[in-house]
């Protein structure tokens, strides 16, 4: 079986490990994974800021990066959302219509693709950990199972945490028109994480988790953040 | 003259006829909130000071109110989860989905039916274009009748177009009738959110403010002595009142008739007592037949707070016929534009479809968090990020922030009893608003996709951005970021190597 896996641009600025960790998962599980040198990003900032052209511009870059059979594989809720759910919308009547909607067919979430194939990345994993069911994951790609079901698979205890499905309050540009809310937002997940037993948050999706543990470094929460790739690979 | 409602943070549990006073706020506050437009009269129509932001630290700061809003939205929230396994609510949204679509779609026909059979009611339809049009309609109508006061019931459509203020600018008294408007009134707030409008105050505050009013400590600070109390004021109100003035949940084409739901029976005492009732209604607040309402004042209540079915259901048509018991004399049913009918075949067409439950409002985490007030618009949260600008226009101050504030977490649109998907559509009201800050912003993504569309220039970006992370970070943080980071860094730091060392 032979994959494109998408970087995400998060994790190529802030998180190098994350993409890489999703490559090694996959590969012990037997995948061919293709990383598309020419990838950028799936032009989620420029589209939730409302400039929908910009983030056409980009999209229509990555839409050609990854064309092809393949499935495409993405270690982010949110960025396989983007695709799944926004590029059709956002290439409605335009001339990539269709190969929008081919791309938004092919994609996938990293765990959701292990889910879907059966596929074991099977390794110990150390320390209980707790689990945040990042928006996106929840409600656009519609799935909190799966990551669980690797987790479980991989050895690692998850703790639940109180209210796992409510927004911790990072949302992109939000983040930063809004810093008041999405900090008070960030620190009741932070403590919520804690108080579930586990030191360890994990996410599939970066951008909560860099939002979480920056809250809890600024707080004096003494919490860890790991992607589920990266457990998945430890 | 601000918000009397004595909040925490001034001292709970005031003396009685003496407004609390604002205590001074810590160095650095600003005094945003709201304020009242005018002095007296107790009419709850405000200016909004500060920018949302702004406002959203104010609230913040209020502990009380967290804690106010933070009790009653668990509990709905609790008991609407009940209801969605009981009653099978995500089977019955599908259908209450489908009826608002059709309901839209047929958005004229409906309108021209619905206005003939209240006519043949007997009753009065007046097609108001705007606000200013069915403010100018129910003064005249006051003043032609020599009303001097007018008995308000359950209507956002009323604080929308601001006939508290037309009506006192007439020197008509308002009166607001249900429990929660009549303590916004006292307080001189607005309400926080569309079915609940007093939710962001507790029962210490509620009790200040009737001593108040009454001016006397003799009012029972339980929560039965506060609304028999509050009974016994606004019965002496319906004597006096000339007119009634109701919203409209539905109204029914088919055969002319409002519904209007509530829980208090206020509402019936407005519809009924007074010689005159005038219904406003939302000109998209109409389905075609009575199988179409029966489903949606099912869904209604269930959504909006996990009720089964509202206490009092009123279904209105027409003025008081011979031979029967009670009524008033003259039904007038307005129907308001107000930019609505603009919004058909749009992509912000299916907003039309909000029944106005409330279910939007507490799910959103914003909203949970600062409450109704600080949106500074007659409908908050995720709803009303959405219809505000709309209604008042791309360049108008709302459009400027209040879609942005949101993480676009989804929980909105899946809280939704006709499944508006109010993400996308505040994604859209995002990209319509042409307000300055989104000038300049759409000049920054216009730099971000000329590099970020070419894998060369993208990655020389990337380069460049990790080498400014490690060198502003020490000991694996960077606490100050500089450009748009600095928002970032305002209450969080960025991990500068992953995974982030603690
Ligand atoms: S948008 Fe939906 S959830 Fe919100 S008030 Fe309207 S009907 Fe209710």
Known sequence: MRVMLMRTCLSEAVAPSVWKSSRRVLERCGVDVKVPRAQTCCSQPAWTAGHPDQARAVARHTIVVFSGPEEVVVPSGSCAGMVVHGYPEMFKGQPEEEAALDLARRTIELTQFLAKHDLDPGRGSRGPVTMHDSCHMLRVMDESQSPREALAKAGCEVREMQHTDRCCGFGGVFAINFPELSGRLGEEKARAAIESGAREVVSCDLGCLMHIVGVAHRQGIPLRARHVAEVLDR | ????????????????????????????????????????????????????????????????????????????????????????????????????????????????????????????????????????????????????????????????????????????????????????????????????????????????????????????????????????????????????????????????????????????????????????????????????????LQVLPMAAIGQDAANYVNLITGPRRDGEADGPEEFHLVIIDGGRGALRGTEFEEALSCIRCGACLYSCPMWRSVGGQAYGSPYSGPIGAVITPLLEGPSSPASRDLPFMSSLCGACGEACPVGIPLQDLLVRARARSSSPATRKSGMAFRAWSRLWRRPSTYRAWMAGWRLMLRARGKDGWATDLPGPGAGWTQVRDMPTRWPPRR
């Open chain 2, 1 to 296: 003259m601000r918000s009397r409602v004595p909040h925490a943070h001034r001292g709970r549990g005031a003396p009685a006829g003496n407004p609390p006073a604002r205590a001074p706020r810590s160095r650095g506050a600003r005094q945003v909130s709201t304020r009242k437009r005018r002095g007296d009269g107790g009419v709850a129509y405000l200016d909004v000071q500060g920018t949302l932001r702004e406002r959203t630290v104010d609230a913040l700061r209020d502990r009380t109110l967290r804690g106010n809003l933070d009790s009653a939205t668990t509990s709905w929230g609790e008991s609407r989860d009940a209801m969605r396994s009981d009653y099978g609510l995500d089977e019955m949204r599908e259908r209450a989905r489908e009826i608002r679509r059709s309901n839209i779609r047929n958005l004229p026909a409906l309108l021209s039916e619905m206005q003939a059979k209240v006519r043949e009611a007997g009753g009065t339809v007046v097609r108001a274009v705007d606000g200013a049009e069915a403010c100018r309609y129910i003064t005249g109508l006051a003043q032609a009748r020599g009303v001097k006061v007018v008995a308000k019931s359950k209507s956002m459509a009323t604080e929308e177009i601001k006939l508290n203020e037309a009506l006192e600018d007439a020197r008509i008294e308002v009166v607001e009738t249900d429990l929660g408007e009549w303590i916004l009134q006292l307080a001189s707030e607005h309400p926080s959110h569309i079915i609940a409008p007093a939710v962001h105050l507790n029962r210490e505050q509620v009790a200040a403010l009737f001593r108040e009013e009454a001016g006397t400590d003799d009012v029972p600070d339980d929560r039965e002595g506060l609304v028999a109390h509050a009974r016994v004021r606004l019965r002496e109100k319906f004597a006096e009142a000339g007119i009634g003035v109701s919203g409209v949940n539905l109204g029914v084409a088919s055969t002319g008739t409002v519904c209007v739901l509530e829980n208090e029976g206020n509402a019936r005492l407005v519809t009924s007592q007074p010689r005159i009732h005038v219904a406003v209604m939302g000109m998209e607040r109409v389905v075609a037949d009575w199988d179409e309402a029966a489903h949606i």
